[in-house]
Nanobody, 125 residues
Framework: QVQLVESGGGLVQPGGSLRLSCEVS????????IGWFRQAPGQEREGVSCGRRYYADSVKGRFTFSRDFATNTAYLQMNNLKPEDTATYYC???????????????????????WGRGTQVTVSS
């Protein structure tokens, strides 16, 4: 079955870095697009990255998406973290047939068909 499992979250000081992992199973990572989302307590879920090229303005220049086909793992490298980055982070598989990242809504929930359970990131001094 299709499964996505996030890991790598934790407590980090402002300005620090963290790399989140999204290990996938049940499908080949090289054939699908992965998005990252986050949700802070009491806030709506927001998109973070879509595929390899598109990022929310709030993280652009600080976060970088990558993937390792050998291990079927997608990553989100997060640098220069800020307190406002504190959230639960989720990876999700973009639904086949959805618009390409960058051509429309990058983070519409209906464009993703499988989600991980999330990993907590806390940025605090």
């Amino acid at each position: 079955q299709v499964q996505l499992v996030e890991s790598g979250g934790g407590l980090v000081q402002p300005g620090g870095s963290l790399r989140l992992s999204c290990e996938v199973s049940g499908f080949n990572l090289d054939q699908y697009v992965i998005g990252w989302f986050r949700q802070a307590p009491g806030q709506e879920r927001e998109g973070v990255s879509c595929g390899r090229r598109y990022y929310a303005d709030s993280v652009k220049g600080r976060f970088t998406f990558s993937r390792d086909f050998a291990t079927n793992t997608a990553y989100l490298q997060m640098n220069n973290l800020k307190p406002e980055d504190t959230a639960t982070y989720y990876c999700a598989r973009r639904r086949p047939g959805s618009p390409d990242c960058g051509s429309g809504s990058n983070w519409r929930s209906s464009d993703y068909d499988n989600w991980g359970r999330g990993t907590q990131v806390t940025v605090s001094s």
